[in-house]
């Protein structure tokens, strides 16, 4: 291996790690869309959320509705600029960082999920992860009961959204 290819290597090995405990990352966050953030040069998807996409639409009360934007902005005044932790705990099919991510105390994606900013989406977690799948799951029961955010209209969940636009 080259010279200075090994500090590139060590960062990466870093993030992501090999050992059962998460690795974290954290700086000051800027939101790319509802569930996607970057922390010092790394994309980072926000773990067990599905999020409309930025382009994508519903209707609500007979309007057209840009959920992706809602999305995105809802998240931008909960965290854009400030310090937030992720324990990263895979990277997706994009190599983006896959992390469970927090404001403090405030578990990010869950507060996305209880606002109906975002679906709860728990498949594609990795086995060793710590995310309470009963407290994601209850908290989109309630956002969907109480009829907020995406509950509140008609729109397609993000993952058909994104498949039908593919080419």
Partial sequence: ????????????LMVIGSSAEAADLSGRARVIDGDTINIRNQRVRIAAIDACERDQTGLRDGKVWRCGVAARSYLSKMIDGQHVRCDIIDQDQYRRLVGQCFLGDIDIGLAMVKAGMAEA????LPATHSISEVEYGQAENGARDNGLGIWSAEVESPHVYRRAKRP
Avoid at 1 to 12: C, D, E, G
Avoid at 121 to 124: A, G, N, S, T
């Fill in 1 to 12: 291996m080259k010279r200075n290819a090994l500090p590139a290597f060590f960062a990466i």
């Fill in 121 to 124: 989406m728990l498949r594609y």
